[in-house]
């Protein structure tokens, strides 16, 4: 490099490195041939935009003049002209030589042999193509001097005849493969008069001296001999470009051992003519980064000063090279018409799109209504067929075959004319072939066939009615996804209503489609399809869409939930529970066992809608700014993106190395922020995923991110665990102040409503609360949520919240009917009795009342306040027993509301409590470890004191004898009588936790947190059997009714069963592994019960679960709106069942009969 030039460049070094971004400017570089990627990795290796400028400007201070006088047209290019002003005094002079003297890298010796050639010169705007030029120069290079084709070939405006120029603007190609020169001719469409005009002008061209013939040739025969003898001996080893062949015929004239490069939109024309071929298929569109660089110079705009609508044009056109440079010529000479003609395209107006100088059709609609008119006659009616096809759908060739009820072969060979002629696209995946259209085919034959849209939809519609009448989808067959994806949209753009209602409305359909694709497409159908489906009744349609909203986390996710035992837990108005009665009553005379809730009317669901995106804890969820979408983050290591209204995925980004802890929208939605544990902080393109920035400034994991509210000039916000509050400028993605806040800032969850003073707080109990701010009362409780809630957020509008919680959902809710809601929940600690037809179930309330509930009517009496720990019935539901967090006991006669207390109590919590069999004596234990006897009618107390820690439970034995057990390991059997201790089995290392006295009264079976169970005889203080295998503390068991089995439950969700006579395991009920779902159960199974003839087993833990004793599979799952349940009570014929979650709703559930 000279030294003027050197220093010129040291000089304005450090202006340079500030200002430049380097990703651009090394385009041009490597198009110039000054900088190799190899180069350009290690700049773009660089961490900070300042260092790969810096690392930029080492690089061309050890290069030559060439290199220079690159950067410095780049500089003006990429807009920084201020910059190149600064180097303008230092561009060096280059002299002649060789004919290698270059401007714009072009040698003057390439400039003369393509403008004798007649090669058309670059676009105005020009934008290089680097690897598809590279690619047709390669092949250019393997005619190796020998007579063959070259084919560029792609649709109507894919920019191929630019690349046939760009490629032999290329020296050392032209010097060495080709130094007879280059010869261009137009073909386009021809008949056979125009085509012997062009082959004279050519020859003419050719034969400049007139040394071969004073007479034209008159015909096409002669013409082509003429060409023979005119390329062999006057220029030979020289390139013939033939731009736009349309016909095969054409090319027989120029079939005569010459080295030909062609483009077409057909790849199938040089099928009729002999030598070595070569193709080179051209994309449709220019990457997104290409296109808006077009649209930039035409407008001579920075790029990052284009307005939105320049992205919108080009995702509209998917960068079609034809569409860019038209509307960009159209804008350079009116500016401000960036809407106007996004509307045009939009509404597929593409005749307003007109005529850019260097195309020769008049507007975009001519250039693809060309194509079409090629086509033979006999296929052109299928073509149409394909209008009813949605952009970026790629369609299996059976869905084809059934539309044209042809063999699949059949098929294949239309569509390979279509594919020949750039009318189609084919992706080859595997055995099978996918076909589709590029976005402006689909808009151009939707707009041309307009009148006959609805008959086409009619049309595959009765086709797939007609052939999977007879054969059902499965989800093996290769057009099952199509038909799942898109039969609705067929069915509504053919205006059949009566079909699409009978379609959305089918619980058989819900759960196909559930179980292949989720169910956030088919909440979007609801709602897309809503005036259709309105028709027929609005409140169906709403009975549907809620259903799928308040269960999509349980139908997107293996094991897949029955479909029609969820459906059996909607109101009883609901069409939804309608079907799905039907259905169950059905598959119920089968053998099918299904539960009927039958107190659920009391029950309002206050989510409007559940999704589950992670496959871990959700720690974040954020709404954008106009509310449409929702951003949410969590433990899987990933941000998710999705819709707001129906929880369809828009992105998935694998954004962090470690749990990511907090996302945030920009306030003009643009951008996404996410912090986490791994340290960094990250912005990301909310609409591509792409990542734009990072920040690693933090020395501890990012806790939390958010923006300013001024979107002009974009600030983040970051706190972390390392006590700094930094704030970045995204602009100059610098670090503006970082504030130190000291050890001893904590953060709750909480958000305050813009608009109806209102604040949202997370509680650590699972619970959501809703405060008015002016009255300082709480307004509501929002129970839901199955674990930890990390997050709460009010929507822009205040009209909704979301919460996301460890439980991998997060739920959406109406603030309104949250408002609206005062629900009584109840505590889990409930005792039931079984009478004939009654239930009446004892329970104490969130208000501390003592309630008595009539399951079967629904009845509640309201019988005392207290603060109520536990609770029983006596047998004859004469009295109840209640036992309070000091110790007290109380008996309550039902009759007449006379109340007995006990004088002792117990001095800690009363824990549990149980009437004897005839109602007479009352026996609680409690924290204190030890047990009461009370005869409450003599006033007369034993006292059972031996535990070392606090008794567990107990279980009347006969004949006045009690067995205990408790923490300290031990099980005790007492004389209530005499209160002393008869038998003392030392059964565990640690706590026991529960035990089952067989029925025939011999054994008793005992579990422990140290993941043993065992069975014991009464007569003998060593165990019979002990029983291993659990990997977790095993937390109930019980015998069967025979006493021949025992069933034991565990915290990892496993049941064993097992034969008591010696010990073996019969079955392992295990939680099914799926990818990263959750447990069969759950969580820990807290309570068992066999059915009277030991065949059948129901389980409690994370929901409830009936299984098949005789093969362990399972029979039904019931899923309760909270989870945690403490335990089951069943009656005895094993046909009705109550249970209370962790949300304190009550289940009053009955087998269908």
Known sequence: MDAKARNCLLQHREALERDIKTSYIMDHMITDGVLTILEEEKVKNEPTQQQRAAMLIKMILKKDNYSYISFYKALQLEGYKDLAVLLHSGIPVISSSSGKDSVDGITSYVRTVLCEGGVPQRPVVFVTRKKLVSVVQQKLF???????????????????????????????????????????????????????????????????????????????????????????????????????????WVLKAFDNHCQILLTTRDKSVTDSVTGPKFVVPVESGLGKEKGLEILSLFVNMKKADLPEQAHSIIKECKGSPLVVSLIGALLRDFPNRWEYYLRQLQNKQFKRIRKSSSYDYEALDEAMSISV??????????????????????????????????????????????????????????????????????????????????????????????????????????????????????????????????????????????????????????????????EKDCTVCENFQEFL?????????????????????????SEVYQQAKLQAKQEVDNGMLYLEWINKKNIKNLSRLVVRPHTDAVYHACFSEDGQRIASCGADKTLQVFKAETGEKLLEIKAHEDEVLCCAFSPDDRFIATCS?????????????????????????????HFTNNSHHLLLATGSSDYFLKLFDIHTSGLLAEIYTGHHSTVQYCDFSPHNHLAVVALSQYCVELWNIDSHLKVADCRGHLSWVHCVMFSPDGSSFLTSSDDQTIRLWETKKVCKNSAIVLKQEVDVVFQENEVMILAVDNIRRLQLINGKTGQIDYLTEAQVSCCCLSPHLQYIAFGDEDGAIEILELLNSRIFRSRIGHKKAVRHIQFTADGKTLISSSDDSAIQVWNWQSEEYVFLQAHQETVKDFRLLKNSRLLSWSFDGTVKVWNIITGRIEKDFVCHQGTVLSCDISPDATKFSSTSADKTAKIWSFELLSPLRELRGHNGCVRCSVFSVDSTLLATGDDNGEIRIWKVSNGELLHLCAPISVEEGAATHGGWVTDLCFSPDSKTLVSAGGYLKWWNVVTGESLQTFYTNGTNLKKIHVSSDFKTYVTVDNLGILYILQILE
């Open 142 to 248: 393997k005619l190796n001097g020998e007579p063959g084709w070259v084919t560029i070939y792609g649709m109507a405006g894919c920019g191929k005849s630019v690349l046939a120029a760009e490629a032999v603007r290329d020296h050392s190609l032209l010097e060495g493969c080709f130094p007879g020169g280059v010869h261009w001719v137009s073909v386009g469409k021809q008949d056979k008069s125009g085509l012997l005009m062009k082959l004279q002008n050519l020859c003419t061209r050719l034969d400049r001296d007139d040394s071969f013939s004073q007479r034209l040739p008159l015909n096409i025969e002669e013409a082509k001999d003429r060409l023979r003898i005119l390329m062999l001996h006057k220029h030979p080893r020289s390139l013939l470009i033939l731009d736009d062949v349309w016909d095969p």
């Open 373 to 534: 008119e090629m086509l033979r006659e006999d296929i052109k009616d299928y073509y149409t067929d394909l209008s009813i096809l949605q952009k970026d759908v790629k369609v299996p060739t059976k869905v084809l075959c059934i539309l044209w009820d042809m063999e699949t072969e059949e098929v294949e060979d239309i569509l390979q004319e279509f594919v020949n002629k750039s009318l189609l696209f084919c992706d080859r995946n595997g055995k099978s072939f996918h076909y589709y259209l590029h976005d402006l085919q689909v808009d151009f034959l939707a707009e041309k066939n307009r009148s006959q849209l609805q008959d086409l939809h009619k049309k595959i519609v009765t086709q797939f009615q007609r052939h999977h009448h007879l054969h059902p989808l499965s989800p093996d067959q290769e057009d099952c996804m199509y038909w799942y994806n898109f039969l609705a949209y067929h069915m509504a753009s053919a205006n059949m209503h009566k079909e699409l209602c009978a379609l959305m409305f089918s619980l058989d359909w819900i759960k196909a489609k559930t179980e292949l694709v989720g169910p956030a497409h088919l909440i979007h159908e609801f709602m897309e399809y809503r005036h259709i489906l309105d």
């Open 549 to 573: 909203s308040l269960n999509g986390h349980l139908l997107g996710r293996q094991p897949f939930p029955n479909i029609v035992q969820l459906g059996l837990c909607e109101p009883e108005t």
């Open 677 to 705: 544990a791994d340290k960094k902080v990250k912005i990301w393109n909310s609409m591509t995923g792409e990542l734009l920035y990072t920040y690693d400034e933090h020395s501890e994991q990012v806790n939390c991110c």
